[in-house]
């Protein structure tokens, strides 16, 4: 009898167990796919895969994204995992994923888990081919970029976007400005005092960003526009005593001591 009861009550703790389980609301997935044509033409589905608990949102990691091509029957291009960022960037292999009238629709699919609900997100773009010029012209460093499309098989260029430029920098890119397209091209000057290398070689990016047609492409070109810097250790190194880095150096030990001390003195009062 006692055996019996024994086993009710564990297939009863069995069934609460598992009715919880399935009762559980998953969260919900939020998945964001992005195309990007790359300085080296490469083609790139970019995806970020979030979820929002306890009203901040959280980057998924490790999950398992699957990347389609998109036409008459859907193709899978093949699968990623998410990185600790949550980001997975596949790799278009064929660089003709384009159709006859030069759209290219794809999907990024997230079948979901134990806590988190699937989700798809799809993007469709034209391919565009942008190059950089870099041209003095009257004396005057000018950065110009040129942009192109196929269009039922012909080669047109292109108007009424917008393109921003930038330089490179040590952790970022400094934005230039931006500038429309007509006819395929446009153009902006290259500012006179901005640091280079010890050769003044700097680092130019041109690019269209999160377009409906075309997403994002960029490209970029190096070039001695910029003014030669070269590092002495002498003006950054505390200990070699750099004329403004070692006082602010000397400044932070003293701030450290004073509050370290004060602190002590504090606890002693205390403990008297």
Known sequence: MINRISKYLLMLLIGLSTLSLYGQEKHRAYLKLNYLKDFKNNKNLIVELKTRIDGKFRQVENATINFYKVSESTKLLG???????????????????????????????????????????????????????????????????????????????????????????????????KSELEDGKCSIEFPDDLPGDPEGNVTIYAKIIDNDEYGNVEQRANINWGIPVTLVPDTYNPFLGGKYISFIFISIILTILVVFGVNKLIKKRKND
């Open 79 to 177: 699968s990623l995992k998410t990185n600790k960022n949550g980001i997975a960037n596949f790799v278009l292999e064929n660089n003709k994923e384009n159709d006859t009238l030069g759209v290219a629709a794809f999907m990024a699919e997230y079948e979901g888990c134990d806590t988190l609900k699937s989700k798809e997100s799809e993007v469709e773009v034209k391919d565009l081919d942008l190059k950089i010029e870099l041209k003095v012209i009257d004396s005057v460093k000018t950065i110009i970029a040129n942009a192109s499309a196929m269009e039922e098989g012909v080669e047109k260029p292109i108007s009424e976007i917008e393109i921003s430029f930038f330089v490179q920098r040590l952790y970022s890119l400094l934005p230039l400005g």
